[in-house]
Structures are given as C-alpha cells and as structure tokens.
C-alpha cells in the first residue's frame, strides 16, 4: 500500500516560514491534501489539490507537489498556527484508497 | 455544512457498538462519506468509505471483516456497525464528507473506548 513520510515535528519562530514535508514515491503524480488539526478539535482541511486553498483559509497557507515530495508552507506564522498537519493522497490502484501521512507538529517558538 | 456523530462508549473487548452520523445542510446523497478513526496520542487513519449510493464500500484491513459501513440517505444519516471490538480499536471516531477525494468537512467526534 502506498506510504506518506512526514517528519515528526518542525518548530518556528513568529512571523517566519514554517516548510513541511510529504513524502511518497512518484507523489507529484497524485493529488495532495493537507488538514490542520489542533488539540482536542476535528482536523480542517487547509490546502487541496497540491496547492489550491478552502475558503476562509489565510493566503499564508501553501502548497506544491512535485516528484517525491509535497510541502505545505506557512508563511508569517502565528501562534495560533500551532497544530499538528496532516497530508493525505486518494491511491486509486488500492482497495484502502484514502491514505494520511503520520503528522507533523509544528511548535511556534 | 454539519456532520453530528452519536454512539460511542465504553465497550467490552468482543462486544459491538454502532456509530450515527447526522448530516445537515448540505445534499448528503451527492457525497461518499467516510469514517476516520485517532487512537489516544495517534495519528489519523481512514476506517472506512461509501460511495454516494451506498452500492460500493471500501475498509481498511485493520477492521475488513469486523465494520461495516452503511447510509440511509432518507434519513440523511451515516453508520459504523463495529463488532468483534479490539482495545486497538479504541479511538475518537470522525465522520466526513468527501469532496473530489478529499475530506472537506468532519464531525467533532465520538470516543469509543474498548475495555473489560
């Protein structure tokens, strides 16, 4: 079955970048959604499609998509950004098709 | 868009619950749904999907053969027949609407506690 690589955590400084990564053989051929999920509430999806955004998500959220690796960027963070984040692919070839990565935490320093 | 889960509770190793999803203001036959369960400390992982009919439904080998995942578009509602229930089993189980294969909207939760 096909596995997403997240690191586990990133920490950030306010009003800097926050990079995070996903990783997956040949991702940037797949559709990458990405949820913010904060301590005790239900994830919310912030980024599909590899980088197109909901609305009422801030323009400081990002994404691309491309060979092996997507990445969400969090630009000029807050610390309400503070969460853990999540990517997730549809594996068409699979009979479990929805697929997470593990998470990452990102700590605003 | 609301999705409400019902059902959860404390539950001996063995024994079966049934998870509700109520789902309101938006077309729920237009939309497969899925189940997405997060153990204590844990990670998201997708349980279970049906489509928008209910004529196909797709689950995770860690529960095939255990849940059973079904909707009742009359009523606007989504279920989780969990039987043969494991301590690993033990999560807060989310509901969610999937849009073009991703999850756009989810309910606040239901814990399901395994344990004798």
């Known amino acids: 079955s096909y596995v997403l690589t997240q690191p586990p955590s990133v920490s950030v400084a306010p009003g800097q970048t926050a990079r995070m990564t996903c990783g997956g053989n040949?991702?940037?051929?797949?559709?990458v959604h990405w949820y913010q999920q904060k301590p005790g509430q239900a994830p919310v999806l912030v980024v599909y499609?590899?980088?197109d955004r909901p609305s009422g998500i801030p323009v400081r959220f990002s994404g691309s998509n491309s060979g092996n690796t997507a990445t969400l960027t969090i630009s000029r963070v807050e610390a309400g950004d503070e969460a853990d984040y999540y990517c997730?692919?549809?594996?068409?070839?699979?009979?479990?098709?929805?697929?997470f990565g593990a998470g990452t935490k990102v700590t605003v320093l | 868009v609301q999705l409400v889960e019902s059902g959860g509770g404390v539950v001996q190793p063995g024994r079966s619950l049934r998870l509700s999803c109520a789902a309101s203001r938006f077309t729920f036959s237009d939309y497969p749904m899925s189940w997405v369960r997060q153990a204590p400390g844990k990670g998201l992982e997708w349980v279970s999907a049906i489509t928008r009919s209910g004529s196909s439904t797709y689950y995770a080998d860690s529960v095939k053969g255990r849940f059973t995942i079904s909707r009742d578009n009359s009523r606007n509602t989504l279920y989780l027949q969990m039987t043969s229930l494991r301590a690993e089993d033990t999560a807060v189980y989310y509901c969610?609407?999937?849009?073009?294969?991703?999850?756009?909207?989810w309910g606040q939760g239901t814990q399901v506690t395994v344990s004798s």
């Open positions: 997730q692919v549809w594996d068409r070839s699979s009979d479990h098709p929805y697929v």
């Open positions: 040949n991702i940037g051929s797949k559709s």
């Open positions: 499609d590899d980088s």
């Open positions: 969610a609407k999937d849009k073009g294969f991703r999850f756009d909207c």
